[in-house]
C-alpha cells in the first residue's frame, strides 16, 4: 500500500532563509507526487506537481527516486509562505490522492 | 466561474445518527471525490464518484455511501455515526473522468462533530 510521510510537523525559519520540508514516499509503482498548501482560512490547493518541474512561488521539488523523497524547497524563504503544506502521492484506480500529515511552516520576520 | 461549495459548512450530530453532506462541483467538472480529514492529519480518501457510479473507494466501512447527480453535484451519507467520525469532510471535484488524471479542486469542507 502506498504511503506519504512528512516528518516534520513544525517548521520554524526566518524570513530569508532557505527552506526545505520533507516528504518521503512508499509506492510499488511509478509515483505521482504533488505538493498542495493550505494559507490560513483558505482552502487545499495545489502548489505544484513533480511532472511539471516547474517552480511556483519560488518553490521547487524534485523526486529521487532512489532515497523515495519529494522535498519541497526554496531558497529565500518569505512572511507569506506562512501554511500547511501536504505532500500527496497519486495512485489507484481512482486516481485518488494519498497525503501525509503535514507540516506548519511558519515563516519568522 | 463558481469553485467548489459545500454545505452545510458545521454540523453537530450525536453517537448513531445519521448525516448527509452536500457538495457542488466546480463549473465543468464531473468528478467528484470525497476526503475526511481527522485533527492533526491529512486528508484521507473515502471514495470518488464519475458518472454518477461510484469509482474506488478508500478503507472505510459501508456506512460510508455517496451519490452523484446528473449536475455532478454529490452527497456524502454516513450512517450510525461513531465519535471517531468527527473530522473535516473535504469534497474535491476534476474535469475529464478519471483516466484524465486532472488537478483535483478542493472545497472549503465541512466539519462534522459527532458527541
Known amino acids: 500500500a502506498q504511503r506519504v510521510t512528512q516528518p516534520e510537523k513544525l517548521l520554524s525559519v526566518f524570513k530569508g532563509a532557505p527552506v526545505e520540508l520533507k516528504c518521503n514516499y512508499s509506492?510499488?509503482?511509478?509515483?505521482?507526487l504533488f505538493w498542495y498548501v493550505q494559507y490560513s482560512r483558505q482552502r487545499l490547493q495545489l502548489l505544484l506537481r513533480?511532472?511539471s518541474r516547474e517552480s511556483i512561488k519560488g518553490f521547487t521539488a524534485d523526486l529521487n527516486k532512489g532515497e523515495t523523497s519529494f522535498h519541497l524547497k526554496k531558497p529565500f524563504a518569505q512572511e507569506e509562505d506562512s501554511a500547511m503544506y501536504y505532500c500527496?502521492?497519486?495512485?489507484?484506480?481512482?486516481?485518488?490522492?494519498?497525503f501525509g500529515s503535514g507540516t506548519q511552516l511558519t515563516v519568522l520576520p | 466561474e463558481t469553485g467548489v461549495t459545500q454545505s452545510p459548512t458545521h454540523l453537530i450530530k450525536t453517537r448513531g445518527q445519521q448525516v448527509t453532506l452536500r457538495c457542488s462541483s466546480q463549473?465543468?467538472?464531473?468528478?467528484v471525490s470525497w476526503y475526511q480529514q481527522a485533527l492533526g492529519q491529512g486528508p484521507q480518501f473515502i471514495f470518488q464518484?464519475?458518472?454518477?457510479?461510484?469509482?474506488g473507494r478508500g478503507n472505510f466501512p459501508p456506512r460510508f455511501s455517496g451519490l452523484q447527480f446528473p449536475n455532478y453535484s454529490s452527497e456524502l451519507n454516513v450512517n450510525a455515526l461513531e465519535l471517531d467520525d468527527s473530522a473535516l469532510y473535504l469534497c474535491?471535484?476534476?474535469?475529464?473522468?478519471?483516466?484524465?488524471?486532472?488537478?483535483?479542486?478542493f472545497g472549503p469542507g465541512t466539519r462534522l462533530t459527532v458527541l
Open positions: 474535491a471535484s476534476s474535469s475529464g473522468g478519471v483516466r484524465a488524471g486532472n488537478e483535483q479542486f
Open positions: 509506492y510499488s509503482g511509478s509515483p505521482e
Open positions: 513533480h511532472i
Open positions: 500527496a502521492l497519486r495512485s489507484g484506480s481512482a486516481r485518488q490522492l494519498t
Open positions: 463549473s465543468g467538472h464531473n468528478t
Open positions: 464518484y464519475y458518472r454518477e457510479e461510484e469509482n
